[in-house]
């Protein structure tokens, strides 16, 4: 029936908004969601309908982030591109996993990442500093770091490939990091690199027939999520890059911490 996937549609504006907020694919958001929302369901089987929503929404924040002139385009097509076999890899392992398994990773995963990003919030930028003069400066394309960072997403790409998540939430705090990339630049960047890395998850999905049974759910959460992201690009130009590290952090962990819940009690 059509109203039981109606209440996707706004699930997917507030996931876009905000995942595009701070840099990600909300496909951390999502899946949890999904997971607790449809208990009897394959692991495959959310997986391919959190990466494929993952897509549309980092596709629709690229293309406002990009009229903003704030995606860095060669670190992007570098990290991207070292990072598209990796997501393959991920895709095509995720039915070998276990859902107890895969639930109980995903929720190691986010609750590390949270506390790493509360331990080290304070990136000493603000997200609406002059945007272009960051955007030319080269300390963040030395060849040093272009190697270090694809060797990263490549393995950010399989893993979150692999849980059916676009990686944002890790590149985001790993282009700030540990490559020194200003904030504004890095959620932007991060949105490019997720929307190419997704697709190729998606369209392995896609290849291999696990994208059997989530159609009609993608489409309600995708036209949730292209608007939503449009809001969150804009919403993202106002706001003190530090809020956005630990608003990212909150959401991690209140996620991580309803899979173990549910893991553990179910």
Same mark, same amino acid.
């Given at each position: 029936?059509?109203?039981?996937?109606?209440?996707?549609?706004?699930?997917?504006?507030? #996931?876009?908004?905000?995942?595009?907020?701070?840099?990600a694919g909300g496909?951390?958001?999502?899946?949890?969601?999904?997971?607790?929302?449809?208990? !009897?369901?394959?692991?495959?089987?959310? !997986?391919?309908?959190?990466?494929?929503?993952?897509?549309?929404?980092?596709?629709?924040?690229?293309? @406002?982030?990009?009229? @903003?002139?704030?995606?860095?385009?060669?670190?992007?097509?570098?990290?991207?591109?070292?990072?598209?076999?990796?997501a393959v890899l991920? @895709?095509?392992?995720?039915?070998?996993?276990?859902?107890?398994?895969?639930?109980?990773?995903?929720?190691?995963?986010?609750?590390?990442?949270?506390?790493?990003?509360?331990?080290?919030?304070?990136?000493?930028?603000?997200?609406?500093?002059?945007?272009?003069?960051?955007?030319?400066?080269?300390?963040?394309?030395?060849?040093?770091?272009?190697? !270090?960072?694809?060797?990263?997403?490549?393995?950010?790409?399989?893993?979150?490939?692999?849980?059916?998540?676009?990686?944002?939430?890790?590149?985001?705090?790993?282009?700030?990091?540990?490559?020194?990339?200003?904030?504004? #630049?890095?959620?932007?960047?991060?949105?490019?690199?997720?929307?190419?890395?997704?697709?190729?998850?998606? !369209?392995?999905?896609?290849?291999?027939?696990?994208?059997?049974?989530?159609?009609?759910?993608?489409?309600?959460?995708?036209?949730?999520?292209?608007?939503? @992201?449009?809001?969150?690009?804009?919403?993202?130009?106002?706001?003190?890059?530090?809020?956005?590290?630990?608003?990212?952090?909150?959401?991690?962990?209140?996620?991580?911490?309803?899979?173990?819940?549910?893991?553990?009690?179910?």
């Amino acid at each position: 029936m059509l109203e039981n996937y109606l209440w996707l549609v706004p699930l997917g504006f507030g #996931i876009g908004a905000y995942a595009t907020l701070i840099g990600a694919g909300g496909g951390f958001i999502l899946a949890p969601i999904l997971l607790l929302s449809y208990p !009897a369901e394959k692991s495959e089987t959310i !997986a391919s309908i959190s990466l494929a929503v993952v897509f549309f929404n980092a596709l629709s924040g690229s293309v @406002a982030y990009a009229r @903003a002139k704030r995606i860095d385009y060669r670190s992007g097509l570098v990290f991207s591109s070292i990072s598209i076999p990796g997501a393959v890899l991920g @895709a095509l392992t995720t039915s070998l996993i276990p859902r107890e398994f895969f639930d109980l990773v995903f929720g190691v995963l986010m609750v590390l990442s949270s506390a790493f990003l509360l331990y080290r919030p304070n990136t000493g930028r603000r997200i609406h500093s002059d945007s272009q003069r960051a955007a030319r400066s080269t300390a963040y394309h030395s060849r040093s770091t272009l190697i !270090a960072g694809a060797c990263i997403c490549f393995l950010i790409a399989y893993i979150t490939s692999l849980l059916g998540i676009g990686g944002g939430f890790i590149e985001v705090p790993t282009l700030v990091y540990l490559l020194k990339f200003p904030v504004h #630049i890095a959620t932007a960047t991060s949105q490019f690199i997720v929307a190419v890395v997704s697709f190729s998850g998606s !369209a392995t999905h896609i290849a291999t027939g696990l994208f059997q049974h989530g159609l009609r759910r993608t489409v309600a959460l995708a036209i949730g999520v292209i608007l939503g @992201a449009q809001l969150g690009a804009r919403l993202s130009s106002q706001l003190n890059s530090d809020w956005i590290i630990r608003s990212l952090a909150a959401a991690l962990g209140f996620v991580g911490l309803q899979l173990f819940w549910h893991v553990l009690f179910s």
